[in-house]
């Protein structure tokens, strides 16, 4: 049986898990270890297998193979409903004929919990999402914010030992997603509780997990701290996952380090960061983000030291806190450069036409042998 | 519509804006009106008709208005007999016909097995069928030179012909025969609109299938189970051909009593005031039905 001792966190552990829907692959051979405690984000494109895995987590799919333990006991063959979890879906699920009180009390009644400690448990959930005197209210009287809190209250109430979410923010708005993420992490702190939250959403799974693991086509590919993914991210799929970025192409000239040098197609030579397993001669993806990339007025004293490629500014964006400058490099193509608009952007010295350097640290550059297979199915 | 329309107010003159207005208040009315005429010829003027009939003294050549054969139906231990087992009747196939539904609506609204439109087929089959060609099938079955019969006496296990024609149950089990569709019809038109999101969460909440079962999907597909009950009551009710086929003339129904008392007695007056009582507990039905769905149209 699984840890049931309340309010101590479990870890959940997934060995080599598979699951097919008929000839369908969903899930193929997610291994994951999440400490007791941790929030843990699954991220990735639309059909990637992150509901899938969830589901299995749930015990609301059986896997075809593998293991999957929560605290130390093999879940496998153990029904949802022994499992002791909590769970937020995606659509909510609120039963529609019970109120906010009656759907929060529901875990609390199959665990056996009434009267008076259910009523005073019910009420510390509630008053937990903000939403103290809301109980005698139907589902179908609450906003979509609203909802989103009791499925929440629903799913803690009764202490379990993991809590999974499924993108349950994305029908919302931007500035209550935005609220509604720093709440679930305060909850999910104060409750003390193991979190797997599944989102497509870059910037949410950067925000709100301890760790972010990256899934594609049933996979895992990447799996850090959010730092790690965005900055070290182990394959062009994940980079392009987690943000923006200059994409420039070349074939490597001088490796075997983990810094080398890449000769762009458009003919220069750029100093970059390379994976392990290239070497001189291959052809690869330089990607380099925006705001890694500097931007001087040609007649200023250039940054850093080394690197400064001359060009002009075809074209800038302004987008408020930042701008974001498109410079054509001779010899290397077009680069986007974020700003941060440091001083007011009317005064600044890098209009449109102007002259600029634009440079990178070797270490920001990073290249990626192109189309490669067997880098995006590396786990 | 009219705010819409008096929204943009100003270029529009006030009495072409008035006709706009008029003529979509008179849309609906004139889509009503075909469904209007038919239920009011089809409905309201032979009750209005029976109702006429049944309060006065004789018919034809009516004297004065009175209620006595109200109280002669009310009070003769032979009508309340009647009554009473009809509207037994009525309640026992719709329970039956709920109960034996329900499993056969699940199937069809969450299995996924290619035998599915078998099974649906099955289910809509009897509607296809005559009432008599149906309800001479099951003479065939129970009758006393019948299938049960024969294979009984075949196997030595009864001397005599069992009488399993002439009972209240032989009449419910062809009423539950022939009533079945529409049960499982409304239950699982409600249960395949249910998300299964809600059984999961109930699920992972620590609720085991059948307190799942108990507590959310039963609750959510209650209205299915209302609406087919409804269907199921308000025709057996009235059944009059059933009752005579399988009952073998020994199940005395209302619908058989006033077909009696009008044709065959040409007491027409009681006959009505019969009938008045059968549409008075069908309207009984479907108006707890009606407080029901108002109740839960609430959510
Ligand atoms: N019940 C099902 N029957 C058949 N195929 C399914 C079923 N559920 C999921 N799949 C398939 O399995 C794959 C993974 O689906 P899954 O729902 O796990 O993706 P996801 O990562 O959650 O995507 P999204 O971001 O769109 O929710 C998809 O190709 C999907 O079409
Ligand atoms: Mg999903």
């Known amino acids: 049986m699984v840890d049931q001792i309340r309010g101590e966190p479990v870890g959940v552990e997934l060995t080599r898990v598979a699951k097919s829907y008929g000839a369908v692959p969903a899930v193929r051979g997610v291994s994951l270890a999440i400490e007791p405690g941790e929030i843990v984000s699954l991220l990735g494109p639309s059909g990637c297998g992150k509901t899938t895995t969830l589901r299995i987590v749930a015990g609301l799919e059986r896997p075809d193979a593998g293991e999957i333990r929560i605290g130390r006991a093999l879940v496998n063959t153990l029904p949802p409903w022994k499992r002791n979890i909590g769970m937020v879906f995606q659509s909510y699920a609120l039963f529609p004929h019970m109120t906010v009180a009656e759907n929060v009390a529901f875990g609390l009644r199959m665990r056996g919990v009434a009267g008076a400690t259910m009523d005073q448990e019910v009420a510390a959930a509630l008053a937990q999402v903000r939403l103290g005197g809301f109980g005698e209210r139907r589902p179908s009287e609450l906003s979509g914010g609203q909802r989103q809190r009791v499925a929440l209250a629903r799913a803690i109430v009764t202490r379990p030992s993991v809590l999974l979410l499924d993108e349950p923010l994305a029908a919302l708005d931007r500035q209550l997603r935005e609220s509604m993420q720093i709440e679930i992490r305060e909850i999910q702190r104060a409750v003390g509780i193991t979190a797997i939250f599944v989102t497509h959403d870059q910037e949410e799974a950067l925000t709100l997990s301890d760790r972010v693991v990256v899934m594609e086509d049933g996979r895992i590919v990447q799996s850090g701290t959010p730092a790690e993914i965005y900055e070290r991210p182990r394959t062009r799929f994940v980079s392009d996952f987690v943000g923006f970025s200059n994409v420039l192409d070349g074939r490597v000239a001088e490796g075997g380090r983990e810094l080398g040098t890449v000769t762009l197609t458009a003919g220069r030579l750029v100093p970059v960061s390379l994976a392990p397993d290239i070497a001189p001669g291959d052809e690869v993806d330089v990607v380099v983000r925006p705001e890694k990339v500097w931007v001087a007025a040609a007649h200023e004293a250039v940054p850093t030291a080394g690197h400064a490629f001359p060009g002009t500014i075809t074209h800038s964006v302004y987008m408020g806190a930042l701008t974001y400058h498109h410079v054509a490099v001779e010899g290397v193509g077009r680069v986007v450069a974020m700003v941060p608009n440091v001083e007011p952007a009317t005064s600044g010295t890098l209009a449109v036409g102007s002259a600029v350097l634009v440079g990178w640290r070797p270490e920001s550059a990073l290249a990626f042998r192109r189309n490669d297979p067997g880098a995006r199915a590396a786990s | ?299």
């Open chain 2, 1 to 299: 519509m009219s705010t819409a329309v008096s929204g943009s107010t100003d270029a529009v003159p006030m009495a072409s804006q008035r006709r706009v207005r008029d003529v979509s208040r008179l849309m609906p009315l004139a889509l009503l009106a075909p469904g209007i005429v038919v239920i009011g010829l089809g409905l309201v003027w032979p009750i209005a008709a029976m109702l006429a009939v049944s309060l006065q003294d004789k018919f034809p050549d009516a004297t004065r208005v009175t209620l006595e054969h109200y109280g002669t139906v009310l009070s003769d231990p032979y009508f309340l007999r009647i009554i009473g087992r009809t509207f037994a009747l009525a309640t026992v196939v719709t329970v039956i016909a709920a109960l034996v539904g329900y499993p056969v609506a699940w199937y069809l609204a969450r299995s996924n097995s290619r035998w599915k439109h078998l099974v649906f087929l099955g289910v809509i089959a009897p509607l296809m069928v005559s009432i008599i060609v149906r309800m001479i099938g099951w003479t065939i079955i129970l009758g006393n030179e019948g299938l049960i019969n024969a294979v009984l006496r075949a196997l030595g296990a009864i001397d005599e012909p069992l009488r399993l024609m002439q009972g209240f149950w032989s009449v419910v089990l062809g009423l539950v025969h022939i009533l079945l569709p529409f049960m499982i019809l409304s239950i699982a038109a409600v249960l395949g609109k249910i998300d299964r999101s809600y059984a999961e969460a109930a699920n992972i909440l620590g609720a085991n299938p059948v307190r799942t079962f108990l507590s959310v999907t039963l609750p959510l597909s209650v209205q299915g189970i209302a609406s087919g009950s409804v269907i199921v009551f308000c025709i057996s009710v009235g059944v009059f051909v059933t009752p005579i086929m399988l009952g073998r003339g020994q199940v005395a129904v209302l619908a058989i009593t006033i077909q009696e008392q009008m044709v065959v007695l040409v007491d027409w007056p009681t006959g009505a005031a019969a009938a008045m009582v059968l549409t008075a507990g069908t309207l009984v039905v479907l108006g707890l039905y009606g407080m029901f769905i108002r109740r839960h149209a609430r959510r």
